[in-house]
């Protein structure tokens, strides 16, 4: 299955509007598109309402058209919000409630009821479930995207209690970044991805930037100290390529603001080369295999 790149600006749920910029990113594997870096400020849920509906409904869209012709779509973010209309898109396709395996510092599962902040890249994980504010429904159905009893959370270490209560009323399996480091990453993986494939499911892999130790990865809008080694993911973000069940990857939170060196940039082009080989982008039509959806 060939995997195919498409980034999101999308800022608007997010803290701070740095993940505008995340696309430039994507340079080596874009050279014939144009940018799109107009952004609004972040506000607070439904503020923004609008922007959030509309938004996801066009990366719905387009990640339903990848899936359709046959391949991977690979959403380089933008705030995490993006993963409503993402991960929604892939599975109108398949038919079914997704695996997922969410690597992330934080839950992502409050309701408007619960979040104080009342940003919307702390809900996506909720909506997802079929847990989200009326309004997403049009967008999403009757049915929880993400099957509670196929979805894993990995390394997370900053969190509210509404939250915790919400995933483990639902049967969501919470491994967090404690856990991890006493069972070891090669274990937890196995069983996440045993759980979100069983069956012959479908699934996805949501990676979160801030699920990885700061010092790997600063350049993000909320870091937590502790979380991941880059070095353990490598082999199984690898592994995913040859999965055939896995039918979508994203990378979410990159804020170029807060970068240090271009550390995490360069890990995220390593990440994606993983996956789309640079040179083939130079060679095909760049317009086919990368879109860069415009934030508002
Ligand atoms: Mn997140």
Request: charged content about 25%; aromatic content about 6%.
């Amino acid at each position: 299955m060939k995997t195919i790149l498409l980034a999101s600006a999308l800022a608007s749920g997010g803290s701070e509007r740095g993940c505008w910029r995340a696309p430039r990113a994507l340079t080596p594997w874009k050279p014939r598109l144009r940018t799109y870096e107009r952004s609004v400020q972040p506000r607070p849920w439904p503020d923004q309402a609008a922007i959030a509906l509309s938004a996801a409904g066009s990366l719905h869209r387009r990640a339903a058209l990848l899936r359709r012709s046959g391949g991977r779509p690979l959403l380089i973010g933008g705030d995490h919000s993006e993963a409503i209309g993402f991960w929604s898109g892939i599975a109108a396709v398949c038919g079914h409630s997704l695996g997922m395996i969410w690597i992330d510092a934080h839950l992502d599962s409050h309701t408007p009821a619960s979040s104080a902040s009342q940003r919307l890249h702390g809900m996506p994980l909720a909506v997802l479930l079929g847990q989200g504010d009326q309004r997403w429904r049009p967008l999403l159905g009757e049915r929880a995207i993400f099957s509670p009893a196929h979805t894993t959370i990995i390394a997370y270490r900053s969190y509210e209690e509404a939250e915790y209560t919400l995933l483990t009323r639902l049967g969501v399996t919470l491994i967090s970044a404690d856990e991890l480091r006493r069972r070891g990453w090669p274990a937890v993986w196995r069983a996440a991805r045993r759980r979100a494939r069983q069956g012959d499911r479908a699934y996805g892999v949501s990676l979160d930037l801030d699920a990885l130790s700061p010092h790997c990865a600063p350049g993000v809008s909320v870091p937590v100290p502790g979380g991941l080694d880059v070095a353990h993911l490598w082999p199984s973000w690898r592994q995913l390529g040859h999965d055939r069940h896995c039918k979508g990857l994203e990378i979410a939170e990159f804020n170029p603001a807060h970068d240090r060196r271009g550390r995490t940039q360069t890990l995220l082009r390593r990440l994606i080369a993983e996956h789309v080989p640079r040179r083939r982008m130079h060679r095909e039509d760049a317009h086919e295999r990368a879109c860069l959806l415009p934030t508002f």
